[in-house]
């Protein structure tokens, strides 16, 4: 995290998003059942970023300084099994039409 951008890199995959970009926050598995953090974007690629990377758990206080973040819901999110599926864990308020 850095100047209001999430960056993640890697061999494979990985990418940046930026704070104000972010549309939603959901902890998605992979086949092996490995965590991710799915982080969606408008008009960008989403960026996948596995609940293990090296720094991930500085992405905690990202999440909850987000407008309207459950930080009990994002703890959650971070210890459920796989058997329970994918969780949204936050997701930007439809912002308000200029008339």
């Known amino acids: 995290m850095d100047e209001g951008q999430i ?3 890697a061999p ?6 930026a704070l104000s970009e972010l549309e939603e926050v959901a902890m998605v598995f992979g086949a092996d059942g490995t965590r991710h953090w799915r982080l969606s974007q408008a008009q960008f690629p989403t960026v996948m970023i596995p609940a ?3 720094g991930s758990d500085a992405l905690f206080d990202v ?3 987000l407008p309207g973040a459950r930080p009990g819901q994002i703890l959650a999110a ?3 099994p796989f058997a329970e599926g994918p969780v949204t864990v936050w997701r930007r ?7």
């Open 52 to 54: 293990a990377a090296e």
């Open 93 to 99: 308020q439809a912002r308000a039409a200029l008339t």
């Open 7 to 9: 960056t993640y890199l």
């Open 78 to 80: 971070a210890e459920r």
């Open 12 to 17: 494979v995959g990985g990418g940046f998003v």
């Open 63 to 65: 999440f909850v300084s």
